[in-house]
């Protein structure tokens, strides 16, 4: 388990399922993509859109592309691309 990440901000949340302990797996909420208010992500940062996430069950940080906004040109030169820490 990682630490908690020092900008993690219960005030800075999203909403995107997690990719490596499922948690939201069933949920009804989750399941309609409303704000659950069991399930979410802290949202560390962002680089345009694609988001800098961290789950407060698994503790797991990963990269989220919301397809919001910004041009995603560049995002994985400047990442690594997803799934790498
Ligand atoms: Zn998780
Ligand atoms: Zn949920």
């Known amino acids: ?3 908690l990440d020092p ?3 219960i005030g ?3 909403w995107v399922r997690c990719p490596h ?3 939201s797996d069933g949920c009804a909420t989750c399941e309609e993509r409303r704000t659950c208010s069991a ?3 802290y949202l560390l940062s962002n680089t345009g859109s694609l988001l800098h996430l ?3 069950s698994c503790t797991a940080i990963w990269d989220h592309e919301s397809g919001f906004g910004a041009t995603r040109s560049g995002w994985r030169r ?3 691309g997803p799934g790498r820490a």
Do not use: E, S, Y
Request: hydrophobic share 30%; glycine share 4%.
């Open 12 to 14: 800075r949340r999203a």
């Open 21 to 23: 302990c499922d948690d």
């Open 78 to 80: 400047v990442t690594g």
């Open 7 to 9: 900008q993690a901000d």
């Open 39 to 41: 399930h979410w992500r």
């Open 54 to 56: 961290q789950c407060p």
């Open 1 to 3: 388990m990682l630490p």
